[in-house]
């Protein structure tokens, strides 16, 4: 899996919340610690159904607190959350839509 890889390299978000800079609350910030390691671990789909559902689970202002917690856009996890309650969701497994992406090198340089 690439993409594991990849979120390694990239390193696990460190949440800046105040209950994970302070040293007293260290149950919250164990818990925000483990909900980064499940994010850097998943692929784009994956990472924003679990963000989704989470902010879903909270309930107002779950996004804002998921924000703040894995760093993602509130954009992507408000997608996370409408996507929850697609009805495609079990759909052949694409992660983006079609034509979504970087173009092949082929098309961006012929000459390689």
């Known amino acids: 899996m690439a993409n594991t890889k990849e979120n390694h390299e990239r390193g696990i978000h460190r949440c800046d919340c105040p209950s994970c800079r302070r040293e007293d609350d260290r149950v919250l910030a164990h818990e925000h610690r483990a909900i980064n390691r499940i994010v850097a671990c998943s692929d784009e789909r994956i990472r924003r159904l679990i963000v989704g559902f989470l902010a879903q689970q909270h309930g107002r202002g779950g996004i804002a607190l998921l924000s703040r ?44």
């Open 69 to 112: 917690i894995t760093g993602l856009d509130r954009n992507t996890i408000a997608r996370g959350r409408r996507e929850l309650y697609q009805a495609d969701l079990a759909l052949a497994g694409r992660v983006r839509r079609p034509g979504a992406g970087r173009k092949r090198v082929e098309v961006n340089s012929p000459e390689f």
